[in-house]
């Protein structure tokens, strides 16, 4: 099994920032694809950043210039730094995580935390 924790979610105005965090219970982590992604109301699952082993980051177009991924292999966890947040943003917000390459189909990831909420307000 592979275990991801979340935290981080919460209520937040337009304009404000969140960090999320993730870790993971799995001794691979160093060579894993690590991604978030999220799930806004009577919206589909959408990837929106993904971090490679190598830790080259890629983002969808929304997010980019807003959001950035980072991961420290050391504390086996993922983070995603969200600036600028608008209440389109507002969603759960989920960690997976793969073997080797990334991908932005989340049917390509086996594991998946358990979620945390961000809510933005206007």
């Known amino acids: 099994a592979q275990d991801l924790v979340e935290s981080g979610g919460g209520p937040v105005q337009a304009g404000g920032s969140l960090r999320l965090s993730c870790v993971a219970s799995?001794?691979?982590?160093?060579?894993?694809?690590m991604a978030w992604f999220r799930q806004g109301p009577g919206k589909e699952r959408e990837g929106i950043a993904l971090?490679?082993?190598?830790?080259?980051?890629l983002y969808d177009p929304f997010v980019e210039g807003r959001f950035t991924i980072s991961r420290d292999n050391s504390e086996n966890t993922v983070y995603l730094q969200m600036n600028s947040l608008m209440p389109e943003d507002t969603a759960m917000y989920y960690c997976?995580?793969?073997?080797?390459?990334?991908?932005?189909?989340?049917?390509?990831?086996?594991?998946w935390g358990q979620g945390t909420q961000v809510t933005v307000s206007s």
């Open positions: 997976a995580i793969r073997s080797r390459s990334c991908f932005w189909a989340s049917t390509k990831y086996p594991g």
């Open positions: 971090i490679q082993p190598s830790g080259e980051a």
């Open positions: 799995v001794y691979t982590f160093s060579s894993a694809c």
